[in-house]
Structure formats: C-alpha cells, structure tokens
C-alpha cells in the first residue's frame, strides 16, 4: 500500500463523516428552528459506534477480506445521509434508525482502517502520520464543503453530496489489499473478551483510551457551540461552518507539518498531552467574544495540535495492543471516541439556551482535563510484542 492509495480509500469517508457533523445541526437549525434536534441527530449517528466496535474489531481480526466489511459499511452509510437528506418527509424516527446504522458501520473504516496502517506502512509513525492527515483532510473538506452547499443550496443538498462522496471512498476501498492477519486459535467471544479486558487492565492502553475519549467529549460539541456563536457573534446560523471549517484548517495545517517531517525525540504520549492541552486553552481563549473573525482564528489554532496528538495517540493504540487484538483496540477506542463526541453534542444541544462563549470555555477546559489524565500514564512503560497477549500482560499496570 502507498500513502497515496492509502488516502484516496481513506479521506472521502472521513470528509463524508466530518461533514455530517455540521450538517445536521445546521439542518434542524435552518429547517427546523430546533437546535437540540440537531445535537440529538448527531448524538444518533456518532452513539451506536462504542456498543458496535468491539465486535467490529473481532471481525476484522479475523477475517480474510477486512476491506470487504470497510466496503459494506461505507455503502450503508452513503445510504442513510441520503435518507437523512428527506428528514421532514420522511419521519424523525425512521432517520434516527438510519443514522444509528451509520454509527454501527462507521468502526469499520474509522478505526478498523487505522489498525492496518502498521502491517502496511514500513515506518509505523510516518504511517500514522498520513493516518491522522487523512482524518484531518477529511476534517477539512466536510464541513468546507458543507458550508458552501449550505450557502448555495441547503444543508439537504450537503447531505446528498456527501453520500455521493461515501461511494467515492468505496472506488479506493477496491484497490487496497490489506494483510489479513494470523488467524486465532481461540473463539470469537473469548477474543472478544481478551481484547475488552486488555483495554481496561492494561494500564497503559486504558490511560491512553480514557484520555482520547475524553477529548471528544469536549470536541463532540464543537459543532453545536459554533451554531450558538455564529448566532450570537453574526446573527447567521450557516456561519457556525466557517468556525468548524477553521478547527479543520488549523488540523490540516498540522497534518501536513507532521506527515512531512520525521518524529522529534520527545516520546508519544508527551506529544499526545501537550497538543491536547494546547488545544484546549486556543479554545477557551476564543470564548472570549472579540467577534467572529476572532473566533475563527482561535479555533484555527486550537486545530494547530490535533493531528500530532492523534498520531501520537495512534502509535501508542499500536504500540501497547498486541496483533491478535489489535483491530479490537483500534474499533473499541475509536468508538468511544465517537460516543463521547455524540455525548458532547448531545450536552451541547441540551445547553442551547447557555451562550457560544460559555459552552466553547467548557469544551476547552474538557480538552485540558483529557491532557491531566496523561501524567497517569506509567513511567517507563515499553512497547508490547506483537503476537499473542502475553501471560499476564492483561493484568499489567
């Protein structure tokens, strides 16, 4: 695999799920009038991923075909933006159903691929790199993408478009040619369950998922409190992409820093806790209300970090989850992750009536208590073997 190949499967479905986020709110906003449809929308679709990752990762461990699985969840999820696009005509029920399959499909080609960057990249950092530049690209793009087709059209034109972009991602899907990897010699629920005991007794592997979940928390919000501010700041709710647009665009930014150059000496999980902090004050420094433009230029820097920290993050998901687990580690803290940004939404949208500066300093000070949560993190802890796990090494601290 090719970093290039590797992206053109990668960034369409990133882009289509970016974009999501700040389609819907936007959607219940301007069609609507109800801001906390949106963050339940996006509570629906970003919810089902923690409760469907570790059978996802059992999945991929063990099949012989793991990009045929990214494929079928990348087409179910083109089709539930699409019915997602006829929210109003189509009942609120039936379109929270679909988004919820969505949110099951996505472990497949949101963690599920970042597991086998490692088996295909030589360098696993520079391959971890394009990882997170991937996800930053797609960060971009979507909700770029939504703003103007927001602008232009209307957010039910976004939903479609973005869709469209899901089957574009499956074209690349069809080229790669992942590594299966070595088939277990044990059952699918006793590696289910080795795998879920090994995220929460390996002390290492649980500061790390803990922190990065936490994260989201925070950053699942971001979508909903950029409505609130662009209403407060600008009185137009499609501007609340331009602030979303920005934390993408600083991200970018980073990716392309980090994907260019070799990794520093300073350890990952050092990395990993100072660009979440970093990203955390640039937040609650935009909270103060100087104006949009201010806003959107804090935001743009607390996008600064993103991409180091969740490459660091990354190598250390590889570097503290031996190989017969490893897809498991990946979907479990992927979907987490995804889970608490759907919380962070849905908090977002329950505290609509609270001010965009107010709930942009909460979201930054989560970002901040994520990074504290890292000095848990065990000195000295070393890389783990990549077979089979260890005796004992469930049980590690």
Request: glycine share 12%; with cysteine; net charge positive.
């Given at each position: ?76 999820t083109a089709a ?68 103007v087709l927001a ?247």
């Amino acid at each position: 695999m090719t970093a290039a190949s590797y992206l053109v499967a990668s960034v369409p479905l990133r882009l289509a799920t970016s974009g999501v986020m700040v389609a819907l709110p936007i959607l219940a906003a301007t069609e609507f009038d109800d801001l906390a449809l949106g963050g339940q929308l996006v509570a629906a679709t970003l919810g089902p991923s923690v409760l469907a990752a570790p059978l996802v990762g059992v999945i991929l461990d063990r099949t012989r075909r793991p990009s045929h699985w990214m494929l079928a969840g990348a087409v179910l999820t083109a089709a539930s933006y699409a019915l997602t696009a006829a929210l109003g005509d189509v009942p609120i029920p039936l379109v929270m159903i679909a988004l919820v399959l969505s949110g099951i499909a996505a472990p497949f080609f949101m963690g599920g691929l970042s597991s086998f960057v490692a088996d295909e990249f030589p360098d696993a950092r520079r391959g971890y790199a394009h990882d997170a530049l991937s996800y930053n690209v797609g960060s971009v793009g979507g909700p770029a993408l939504v703003a103007v087709l927001a602008v232009a059209g209307s957010a039910r034109t976004a939903l479609l478009v973005l869709g469209a972009i899901c089957l574009l991602g499956c074209a690349g899907l069809f080229a790669l040619r992942l590594t299966p990897r070595p088939a277990p010699g044990v059952g699918a629920l006793r590696t289910m369950a080795t795998g879920l005991r090994h995220l929460v007794a390996h002390r290492p592997i649980a500061i790390v998922t803990l922190s990065g979940t936490l994260s989201q928390l925070g950053a699942g919000g971001l979508a909903v409190a950029a409505v609130a501010v662009a209403i407060e700041r600008s009185g137009s709710a499609e501007r609340a992409a331009w602030i979303v647009t920005a934390f993408a665009v600083g991200g970018l930014l980073g990716a392309l820093a980090a994907a260019a150059r070799r990794w520093g000496s300073a350890p990952p999980i050092v990395v990993m806790g100072a660009g979440f902090a970093a990203t955390g004050v640039a937040t609650m420094v935009a909270a103060i209300d100087l104006g949009l433009a201010w806003t959107v230029a804090a935001i743009g820097v607390s996008g600064l970090f993103t991409a180091s920290s969740a490459a660091a993050m990354l190598l250390l998901r590889k570097e503290q989850s031996p190989l017969a687990v490893r897809s498991q580690v990946f979907t479990v803290g992927s979907g987490l992750r995804a889970s608490a940004a759907a919380g962070g939404a849905a908090v977002a949208g329950a505290l609509a009536h609270a001010s965009g500066g107010t709930l942009l300093a909460v979201i930054g000070a989560v970002w901040v208590l994520s990074a504290l949560v890292l000095l848990a993190y065990p000195r000295g802890a070393v890389p783990l073997a990549t077979g089979p796990i260890p005796t004992g090494a469930a049980s590690s601290s």
